[in-house]
Nanobody, 122 residues
Framework: VQLQASGGGLVQAGGSLRLSCAAS????????MGWFRQTPGKEREFVAG????????YYADSVKGRFTISRDNAKNTVYLQMNSLKPEDTAVYYC????????????????WGQGTVVTVSS
């Protein structure tokens, strides 16, 4: 599966952005999908994950209550709605797909998109 993330940009603290990740392939609906982020000099960290049906989601504590992950299997797309953004949310955001495993575990995901940059100004 190939993944294409979009929707990043520059936003003021307290603002919102919605990231999208379009996937190719007919088996998108069978994949676990996740969002990760990375800043220079740091490891890529988990942000949010969603199972194939959308019936279960999981979030990093740092974004819980502010971010929402969702998916539209008919459109082969997963979304990350980001509200109440903070400067510390500034990062390159990556979407990822995996077949099975823990939603929060980077090892679950074998397919990665190219990343989209989110910058939150104070």
């Amino acid at each position: 599966v190939q993944l294409q993330a979009s929707g990043g940009g520059l936003v003021q603290a307290g603002g919102s952005l919605r990231l999208s990740c379009a996937a190719s392939g007919r088996t998108f609906s069978s994949y676990i999908m996740g969002w990760f982020r990375q800043t220079p000099g740091k490891e890529r960290e988990f942000v949010a994950g969603i199972i194939w049906s959308g019936g279960h989601t999981y979030y990093a504590d740092s974004v819980k209550g502010r971010f929402t992950i969702s998916r539209d299997n008919a459109k082969n797309t997963v979304y990350l709605q980001m509200n109440s953004l903070k400067p510390e949310d500034t990062a390159v955001y990556y979407c990822a797909a995996g077949e099975y495993g823990e939603l929060w575990d980077k090892e679950t995901y074998h397919y990665w998109g190219q990343g989209t940059v989110v910058t939150v100004s104070s």
